[in-house]
């Protein structure tokens, strides 16, 4: 059998697909900074590109910080904007933003009680679809598993499929023979159709 690719492989194979170094991205669950880590990677020289990384729990911030200060040159470092925030509330200068990523849930290793919320995300998609750049990309990741989970994915997933097929692509990525396994879903705005009339 080939190569299978989990949820979060196959997350990272599509961002990795889509990125291009002097993008802009952001980060709305930092956590142990894994995905900004690897953002930074694909985006960030030291003259260009700029990651946006958000998270309400200050352990997640300071093992993101020190993940990123270990793996990375100090003016790549500088092109990294760690906010202590919850996503529903982005600044203003997130605008043309070429990806947004998610990873849902609970801080791995800390307080499983402290998880991102299903309106709270709501909220945040929806704004984050608005601060999209024409070619963006935006891309959550689900776990059904946990109580929490299952009313976030429930709501995410019936936003996602209203949104309308003229003006998105939506993709849902999930094992069909495992209701409950984490799942990937990713947005993409389609290009106005041009009249000729
Ligand atoms: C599954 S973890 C993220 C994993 C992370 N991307 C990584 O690479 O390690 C989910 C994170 O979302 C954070 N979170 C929960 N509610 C949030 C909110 N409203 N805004 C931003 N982050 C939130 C949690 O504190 C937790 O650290």
Redesign the pocket.
Known sequence: MGKTFNHLELAHLLWKEHLRPGMRVV??????????LFLANQVLTPHSGWVYS????ED?ILS?KIRLENELPKPVQDRITLSL????HFPPELHSIDLF?Y??????G?DKM????AE??LA?CKDALSRLSPQGMLSVMV?PAHSQGVAESKLLIEYFASLPTTKYLVMHHAPLNRPLSPSLITVRPKPPIVSND
Do not use: R
């Open positions: 980060d709305a669950t930092a956590g142990n900074g894994h995905d900004t958000f998270d309400i729990q997640a993101t925030a919850s996503h529903d990523v990873n849902l849930g609970y801080l791995p800390g402290i998880t991102t919320l709270t995300s945040s776990y």
